[in-house]
């Protein structure tokens, strides 16, 4: 349970990082957005993606 948590919080976060930046090509979103989500994006995926490998080894 723990271990599918952590993927669906890291996967969101590795989202986070790609779409934002396809939003502002599109002019759906401010840069300013951009940078507020690619940034919480950043955070959640480098916090909890290496715990997400490393239990799946």
């Known amino acids: 349970m723990k271990r599918t948590l952590l993927g ?3 996967l969101s976060g590795l989202i986070l990082t790609l779409l934002p930046s396809m939003l502002v090509f599109a ?3 401010s ?3 951009n940078k507020v989500l690619m940034a919480l ?3 959640l995926w480098f ?3 290496p715990f997400w490998i ?3 080894r």
């Open 54 to 56: 490393k239990r799946a």
């Open 31 to 33: 840069a300013q957005t």
């Open 41 to 43: 994006g950043m955070l």
């Open 8 to 10: 669906i919080f890291a």
């Open 47 to 49: 916090t909890l993606a």
């Open 27 to 29: 002019d759906v979103i």
